[in-house]
């Protein structure tokens, strides 16, 4: 037993973490679910997934360190997630990467690194429509890869480009794959909890060995620990533990050694030297990387030092052949975290680093092999010669060794030759002598140079030529004249400059230097460049001729144009040679034409000012104006949901004879003053404002130069049919009550007077109805107002709309917190560990939930009740046992409450009356709804009972808690779920996306999406609701560069967002909530001090800001309650409460009004009932749907707004017979005739006295 005690060299390697100087920073990364490892390294380069969507691939310098851009160059390969990337150990700049998108794509990266973006790779191979899990290439035979995909195992020739080998024998998806280090099998870990041993050249099936491994579902990893006989898996075990196995094929079905760790839900990934026989266990997610020396003899795993650092997203190891050998260095980890590279260098310390300390660095495995991939498959196998890291027995000392060997067409020429010299040896059966072997190891190491000159990819025939000759000649000499004199100058040369590329170039040239003097014609054809290439190419050539590979085609830049050229003559009108060219800015169409100016009086435009529009060229009464205005009618048809613009006349015939008849313009037009083209302006902006769809029919006819034009009495007619303020039964924005305006159609002469008001009989009955002076609305923006004039104000619809655009009643909205003593304060121990997806804090009329930190899932409940200071010490709470992913009150049930967990439970706890008083870990029931994590649970908005769960396996199911059943299952979704939100109607339901799509249900009739549209771009998270009775859906999330916007979508059409507006850069996600009544939007985020508020309409802007709230502090949630607990007595109309770092504060939306002793029914329409549920479970699933009943806020004893402004103040004396009753009636008649033509034209019945200010009118009863 002496050897347990034996001390190893590497026992005290220890982590050596560099500054944050000496790290790539400011990189984006994302949380990728993949079987990969993120991240490669070869001696040269380093590459990773880049941003969250991880399509995208960084590559950069091995020593590179500091801050990178946004727009630093990258590989933009793939359409999905790059699942796995591998460096070739034979090529250090040759990069294979697999992808979701089903496709592996060999990349070629430059000697001095990217200089700029590509995306054209150098070979592409596909699995047919099966997402590619792994990837990586062989150990010992130069150009062969493997990858994985379901549960196929594929082999590649990269040089023929080809696939050599398929085998679909694993059930389920193959999770890892590690050869062993001599290259003839292979270990494979499958979902099906088993780990294979493959031999891809045996006869018959090539699984050789099976076993039963990590008893869970979830990832498990495999490695191979060198070239012994044992293999390594790390997993989870049945009680989701995770574990390390050791196992020796020579007794496959028993663990040599099994070690249990930690509960945490990241894969370990193992990384093993087996030089040094250090193991490194790298889990995703965690803060730790673990170092343990693997042994042949119990206890087999020896614990070394710990790293304690940032959260791991990948890692893996330097090759040894780039580590700083006289720092005693045995090993490098390159951490990839969320935002940072990290070389984490295990260093053994030693009393002194000035010698080479050769017993730390045993001989280890080389970069240079003779073996290809065809050799290999017809059952060769060569082990790859060793090297030795001591410095001074390497030509460049402690520097890196770095191979380069150029592009893939220089790869494939390397092997060709290395194949062609293998028969020629064959042919000569002599064996070869020490300097030969010495050259043969070294010669397809050599860079190879390109031809500058293009002239070999362009495909003129010199270089062939050259190339032909060449092999002509090499046939001709004897094989004894080919190693004389250049044998010897090689393998000197080479045994100097065999690692260095500049040095490369001088052995080439020195290759056609000999070359030259063998055959001095070759200087007729081709440049001196090629025949140096082609002399290294082809000195060992055997006889016949072979042409090069072409090389692959290069597309066009992205967003570029083929710009045709004049097809030549005889070749047809279809030839043409396309060249990339810049896309234009706008698009090119035969018809367009650029607007030259904005163009006048247009209602929509945003910024609309009189300066703008009194600065009309043309005259609008001209012919030219008249024949414009036709052409962008005609040409531009405003859309569905669109108003057209309103092109206004602003000259008039004062003409009298002329303004009856049918326009033909004999009159002498004159110009109006500025106030008669204001009046005429704020008229026309108002019935465009009025108007439901477009513009209507009334307002058309009052156009000077419409098709179908008015008398004045039908114009007198026109203004007295406009009905007093009716409640537009468009389901439009519910905030302005807008006017309808009446159809323009022949009136009976009793009716004249009246829209919807009743005509006075012949007893004289008095009109009730008033219609508004259109006049008086320019003389009330001027402040001067008569008293007659505010009579009539009253009995009218207060404007909701200005000259500029319009206002919301909502407009000047107030956040009031409520006061101290309904705060519940001394919070303590806030978890902040919640996931994106849940909002954190959520509250109902009688109580609240508040997550607290710590094991075991605490949720704290507090009484709303019981406000004040809470006492020090245990907080009560529900104790769920694992962490908590989401929760949600039963919005029919305040005594319900749901909570997901991460390992794919749902559980229900009752809440008894008075609250909690002690910890309890008794749910009432358990729903076992996924078997992997939850990202949010939602309560259905009208059935009790329904609860629907989104989980991490991309799925979302429905379940009947009646009876704990599944009832649907959603299906469609292709990353991670940010959110999903039930219509207001219940029967449809709309998801968004971390792939940057909307999607819309119908889960009863379609377990797929029945509408698709793009959502936010931005994968830091996102969340949707719907508005406006379910016509429009608003999504919040992240543009590009992680500024925060708000969209607004129909729902019948996501192609495109109707309006974004955007906020400010920050990373917490805006949360939405929307109320129905109001219309209005409030979005807050996790750690926000501001309540955006936003009034959603369905006109355009589409949205339209209101009065935010500033809040005095910081808050961490914020949740709205129903509308019956709104107080409406006090003009209240929506209700919140909001989490604090230590408080619960009560948070009340007022809107300011004059006379709040009235109940506002403009602000409180008949509201859904929310808070009861409309029907059951059972009739829901079986497809039964039936509205929420509407009921009224206002409160008993209070009258209504409406019904006191309905009656006009009085402008008549009362001691009136009924026959003056019926002279008042007539002179009301006159009075509203004219002015309503004053309206139209300068007519002033203003008085004096009516300025002047009068005795009150209850005086005049005295």
């Not at 560099?18 to 920073?25: F, Y």
């Not at 890869?145 to 085998?167: H, P, R, W």
């Not at 088993?194 to 699984?207: K, T, Y």
């Not at 002329?658 to 500025?674: D, E, M, R």
């Amino acid at each position: 037993m002496a050897w347990r005690f034996k001390a190893s060299k590497y026992k005290n390697a220890a982590p050596i973490v560099p500054k944050a100087e000496a790290c790539v920073r400011e990189i984006c990364v994302g949380s990728y679910q993949t079987y990969g490892n993120n991240i490669a390294a070869s001696a040269a380069f380093m590459a990773f997934n880049w941003e969250h969507s991880g399509s995208s691939v960084a590559v950069l310098p091995l020593d590179d360190c500091g801050r990178k851009s946004k727009t630093m160059p990258l590989l933009h390969g793939h359409t999905d997630t790059v699942t796995d990337l591998k460096f070739s150990p034979f090529h250090d700049g040759l990069l294979a990467t697999a992808s979701q998108d089903c496709l592996v794509k060999i990349w070629h990266i430059p000697e001095k690194g990217l200089e700029q973006s590509l995306s054209d790779p150098e070979a592409v191979f596909s699995h047919k429509q099966r997402r590619v899990e792994t990837v990586g290439f062989h150990p010992t035979a130069d150009g062969l890869m493997y990858s994985t995909a379901a549960g196929c195992v594929a082999l590649f020739d990269i040089a023929a480009q080809k696939e050599i080998f398929s085998n679909n024998e694993h059930p389920e998806v193959i999770q890892s794959a590690s050869w062993r280090e001599d290259g003839t099998v292979l270990a494979t870990s499958c979902k099906d909890k088993c780990v294979r041993i493959f031999d891809p050249r045996a006869a018959g099936s090539p699984i050789q060995m099976v076993a039963e491994s990590h008893q869970s579902i979830k990832d498990s990893r495999v490695v191979w620990l060198g070239n012994q006989s044992r293999i390594l898996t790390t997993g989870f075990d049945a009680a989701r533990l995770r574990q390390v196995i050791i196992r020796d094929i020579r007794n496959f079905n028993t663990p040599e050694k099994t070690l249990e760790l930690d509960c945490s839900t990241g894969i370990l990934m193992p990384l093993f030297d087996p030089d040094t026989n250090m193991l490194f266990l790298a889990g995703k997610g965690d803060t730790t990387i673990n170092y343990l020396e693997i042994t042949d003899k119990d206890p087999y795993l020896i614990e070394g030092l710990r790293h304690t650092g940032e959260q791991t997203k990948g890692a893996c190891l330097v090759p040894k052949r780039a580590l700083k050998v006289m720092e005693a260095e045995v090993n490098r980890v390159l951490q990839l975290t969320s935002n940072m590279v990290i070389p984490i260098m295990y260093q053994v310390p030693r009393k002194t680093y000035r010698d080479f300390h050769a017993d730390l660095y045993p001989e280890t495995t080389g970069y240079k092999t003779e073996l290809i991939a065809s050799e290999w498959l017809n059952g060769t196998n060569q082990a790859v010669p060793k090297m030795n890291l001591d410095p001074a027995k390497r030509e460049h000392g402690d520097e890196p060794i770095i191979i380069h060997r150029g592009n893939l067409s220089d790869f494939v020429k390397n092997l060709e030759n290395l194949k062609a010299k293998g028969k020629t040896q064959n042919q000569n059966q002599k064996p070869a002598t020490a300097s030969m072997a010495k050259r043969n190891d070294n010669e397809h190491f050599v860079m190879l140079r390109k031809c500058n000159n293009g002239e070999e990819r362009n495909g003129n025939g010199n270089a062939s030529d050259c190339n032909e000759k060449r092999l002509h000649q090499a046939k001709m000499q004897p094989k004894e004249e080919c190693s004389l004199n250049q044998s010897e100058l090689i393998r000197k040369f080479e045994a100097k400059y065999k690692t260095d590329s500049e040095k490369d170039q001088q052995a080439q040239q020195l290759h056609h230097h000999l070359d030259d003097k063998d055959s001095p014609t070759e200087h007729s054809t081709g440049s001196s460049e090629e025949a140096s290439s082609s002399a290294a190419l082809d000195t060992n050539s055997p006889s016949g001729s072979h042409s090069p590979p072409k090389p692959m085609p290069r597309t066009s830049r992205n967003n570029s144009l083929p710009e045709a050229t004049t097809p030549q003559s005889g070749s047809g009108g279809d030839s043409e040679c396309n060249t990339p060219r810049p896309r234009p800015r706008t698009t090119a169409a035969a018809a367009y034409k650029p607007r030259l100016g904005p163009k006048p009086f247009s209602s929509n435009t945003g910024d609309v000012s009189f300066d703008k529009v009194f600065a009309v060229p043309v005259a609008p009464g001209s012919h030219e104006n008249i024949s414009t205005v036709g052409q962008d009618n005609c040409g531009d048809a405003p859309a569905g949901g669109s108003k057209p613009d309103l092109i206004v006349e602003i000259e008039i015939q004062k003409n009298e004879p002329n303004v009856a008849g049918n326009g033909n313009g004999n009159g002498v037009q004159k110009s109006l003053t500025t106030s008669e083209r204001r009046k005429i302006f704020e008229q026309n902006s108002e019935s465009s404002e009025n108007s439901t769809e477009g513009e209507d029919r009334t307002d058309a006819d009052l156009r000077r130069f419409s098709a179908v034009r008015s008398s004045i009495a039908e114009r007198r007619r026109v203004y007295e049919s406009r009905s007093k303020s009716q409640v537009d039964e468009k389901a439009q924005s519910p905030v302005p009550l807008r006017r309808e305006s009446s159809k323009v159609e022949p009136l009976k002469p009793s009716q004249q007077l009246g829209g919807n008001s009743n005509v006075i009989p012949a007893s004289g009955i008095e009109n009730k109805r008033i219609s508004v002076p259109e006049g008086k609305l320019l003389e009330e923006h001027r402040g001067k107002k008569s008293a007659m004039e505010a009579a009539f104000s009253a009995a009218s619809i207060k404007r909701t709309s200005t000259v500029f655009g319009k206002v919301s009643k909502f407009r000047h909205l107030k956040g009031t917190p409520g006061h101290k003593s309904t705060h519940i304060e001394n919070l303590r121990n806030l978890s902040r560990q919640i996931p994106g997806e849940c909002n954190g804090f959520h509250a109902n009329h009688e109580r609240v939930a508040v997550p607290l930190a710590g094991p075991g899932g605490k949720i704290a409940i507090f009484e709303l009740s019981r406000p004040g200071r809470l006492p020090d010490g245990v907080i009560p709470s529900l104790v769920n046992g694992s962490n908590i992913m989401d929760f949600q009150w039963d919005p029919f049930d305040a005594q319900r409450l749901a909570v997901a967990c991460d390992d794919g439970i749902v559980k229900l706890w009752r809440i008894d009356e008075g609250g909690l008083t002690e910890p309890t870990n008794e749910p009432q029931g358990e729903l076992t709804a996924h078997l992997d994590k939850i990202y949010f649970i939602r309560f259905h908005p009208l059935a009790a009972d329904v609860l629907l769960t989104a989980s991490y396996d991309m799925t979302i199911k429905i379940w009947d808690l009646r009876t704990m059943t599944e009832k649907c299952t959603l299906t469609g979704h292709t990353d991670q779920i940010f959110d999903f939100a039930w219509s207001p109607c219940g029967k449809l339901g709309a998801s968004v996306c971390k792939d940057g799509k909307i999607r819309v249900y119908n889960p009863r009739k379609s377990e797929t999406p029945i509408r698709e549209g793009n959502g936010p771009v931005g994968t830091r998270g996102a969340r949707i609701t719907w508005a406006l009775e379910g016509h429009y859906i608003v999504c919040t999330g992240f543009d590009k560069v992680s500024e925060r916007q708000i969209s607004v979508y129909n729902a019948q059409k996501l192609s495109a967002p109707l309006n974004t507006v955007r906020l400010d850069v920050s990373p917490s996600i805006l949360i939405p909530f929307y109320d129905e009544d109001s219309s209005t939007l409030f979005v807050t985020g996790k750690g926000d001090s501001t309540i955006y508020c936003y009034e959603i309409t369905d006109e355009e802007s589409y949205i339209c800001p209101l009065s935010h709230h500033r809040c005095s502090s910081l808050h961490q949630g914020l949740s709205f309650l129903t509308k019956n607990h709104c107080d409406v007595a006090s003009v209240e109309f929506c209700k919140a409460y909001r989490l604090t770092n230590t408080t619960i504060e009560p948070l009340s939306f007022t809107v300011p009004r004059i006379k709040s002793e009235l109940f506002q029914d403009d602000l409180f329409p008949p509201t859904r009932v929310t808070w009861l549920a409309t029907l059951s479970a059972e009739d829901w699933f079986a497809g039964n749907d039936k509205s929420a009943p509407k009921v009224s806020l206002k409160p008993e004893g209070m009258d209504t707004l409406s019904s006191i402004q309905q009656v006009p103040a009085p402008v008549k004396k009362p001691e009136h017979t009924q026959f003056g009753n019926k002279s008042e009636y007539e002179t009301n008649k006159q009075q509203e005739i004219q002015k309503s033509v004053s309206a139209r034209m300068e007519y002033n019945t203003k008085l004096e006295q009516d300025d002047m200010e009068g005795v009150d009118e209850n005086e005049w009863q005295e």
